[in-house]
C-alpha cells in the first residue's frame, strides 16, 4: 500500500501540545494527524492511503453508517520504551480482530500489514504527542465507517478506515484503587449476535446499562449471558478472571457473546507461565457469590488495553451485594498488572515477542 502525507499547515504550537501533554486526561485531546484508506469495490477495493491534519469528515447524510451502524473499531496503545522509542503491543492480534469484526459486520478485510502500516504512518509524523505525564501512553484509535449513499439494508460498496491518535494519562493516578460493579438486568450479546465484534452498535446498547451502574454509585456494569441471565459474561469494555485459593484460575469461555480480549489472551498466557491452571469455563453469578463467601475466591481480576489489569473489590445487584477478599487489591491483579506492564514499557524481558517497535 503506498501513502501520501499532508503535513498539517498550521500544527498546534508545539508549547501548547508540550502544555496540554502533561495532563491529557483520556479521549479528549488528539494529535495533529490522521490517516485514512477509502475503500471503492467499483474502483477494485482499497485505495491508496493519505497521512492528513486531523480535520472532520465530509459525510454524505445518507452514509449507511449513519442509519445501520456499519461501524467497527480498535483499540490499542504506543508506549514510551527505556532508551526513548516506542512500541506497539500485539498489534497483529488487533489487525486480526479487526478482519474478524469486519467479516461480523459484513465490511471488507484490510490486509493486516496495511493496518500496521497505518498505524507506523502516522506515528511517524506524530511522535512529539507522546504524554510526558507518568504512566502515560498514545492511545491509538484504528475504524471503519461504511461511506456509501444508498437507503436500502445492505452491505455498503464504499467504506473509510481511519487511524487517529489520542494521548492518553496514566489510568491509574495515584493509588490504584479497587473498583466496584453493578449486576445489570440489561444483557450485552445474543447468542448469534455481535457480543464478539467490537462495532460501535455494542458500545450504543451499553450506555444506558453503564449509566445505571454510575448512578448506583459503581465503576462499572457487569454482563451476565442472554439466554438464562445466570453466566458471567464481561464487564462494559474488560474481561474478567477469578482467581481461588489453590492456584486455580477461571475467566469466561468465548462463546461468541464475550469480546476476545487482547489483554485476556495475554494473561492466559502468563498465568500459565506461572504455573497457575487457568480454564476457560462458564461460572455462574450463583457460584461467584457463594465462592466470595467461602473464601475460596481470592480475587477478580477485569482486564483490558485502558486499565490494563485492575481488581475487582465489589458486586453488587437487585440481590445485594459482596465483598471479594478484603475488597482491595490481591498479590495475583498486582502482581500481573506489573508484569504486563513492565512488558509493554519495555522493563520486563518479552520472551512471546509481543512488542513491535514503531
Ligand atoms: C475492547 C474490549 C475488551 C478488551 O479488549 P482488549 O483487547 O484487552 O483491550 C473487553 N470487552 C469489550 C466489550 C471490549 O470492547
Not at 474502483?43 to 491534519?53: F, S
Not at 463467601?293 to 477485569?302: H, P, T
Request: net charge negative.
Amino acid at each position: 500500500m503506498h501513502f501520501t502525507t499532508q503535513p498539517h499547515p498550521a500544527p498546534m504550537p508545539a508549547d501548547q501540545r508540550d502544555e496540554a501533554l502533561k495532563d491529557p486526561g483520556f479521549g479528549t485531546l488528539f494529535s495533529d494527524h490522521m490517516v485514512t484508506i477509502d475503500y471503492d469495490e467499483a474502483k477494485g477495493g482499497w485505495q491508496d492511503g493519505v497521512v492528513g491534519p486531523r480535520a472532520p469528515i465530509m459525510l454524505d447524510p445518507a452514509a449507511s453508517v449513519l442509519h445501520y451502524a456499519q461501524e467497527i473499531f480498535e483499540g490499542m496503545k504506543a508506549y514510551r520504551q527505556p532508551d526513548g522509542g516506542m512500541a506497539l503491543f500485539r498489534p497483529e492480534a488487533n489487525a486480526a480482530r479487526f478482519n474478524a469484526s469486519a467479516a461480523r459486520l459484513a465490511m471488507p478485510a484490510l490486509p493486516e500489514e496495511t493496518f500496521i502500516e497505518a498505524i507506523r504512518q502516522l506515528l511517524s509524523v506524530d511522535r512529539d504527542w507522546f504524554p510526558t505525564v507518568e504512566g502515560g501512553a498514545l492511545y491509538l484509535r484504528p475504524f471503519m465507517i461504511a461511506t456509501e449513499a444508498f437507503l436500502g439494508v445492505r452491505p455498503a460498496r464504499q467504506y473509510k478506515f481511519m487511524v487517529i491518535a489520542s494521548p492518553a494519562g496514566n489510568y491509574f493516578k495515584s493509588g490504584a484503587k479497587a473498583v466496584s460493579i453493578w449486576i445489570s438486568d440489561y444483557t450485552r450479546a445474543a447468542p448469534g449476535g455481535t457480543g464478539a465484534a467490537k462495532c460501535g452498535g455494542n458500545y450504543a446498547a451499553s450506555l444506558v446499562p453503564t449509566g445505571q451502574a454510575f448512578a448506583k454509585g459503581h465503576d462499572q456494569v457487569l454482563f451476565l449471558d442472554a439466554v438464562e441471565r445466570k453466566w458471567v459474561e464481561e464487564l462494559g469494555g474488560m474481561n474478567l478472571f477469578f482467581v481461588f485459593d489453590d492456584g486455580r484460575v477461571i475467566t469466561p469461555r468465548l462463546t461468541g457473546t464475550i469480546l476476545p480480549g487482547i489483554t485476556r489472551d495475554s494473561l492466559i498466557t502468563l498465568l500459565r507461565e506461572e504455573g497457575l491452571e487457568v480454564s476457560e469455563a462458564m461460572y455462574s453469578i450463583d457460584q461467584w457469590r457463594e465462592d466470595a463467601a467461602s473464601g475460596r475466591l481470592v480475587e477478580v481480576m477485569a482486564c483490558g488495553t485502558a486499565a490494563v489489569v485492575t481488581a475487582v473489590g465489589k458486586v453488587a445487584g437487585p440481590d445485594g451485594a459482596f465483598t471479594i477478599g478484603a475488597g482491595g487489591i490481591g498479590q495475583t491483579t498486582a502482581r500481573l498488572r506489573e508484569k504486563l506492564v513492565g512488558i509493554q514499557t519495555g522493563t520486563v524481558a518479552d520472551p512471546h515477542g509481543w512488542m513491535m517497535r514503531v
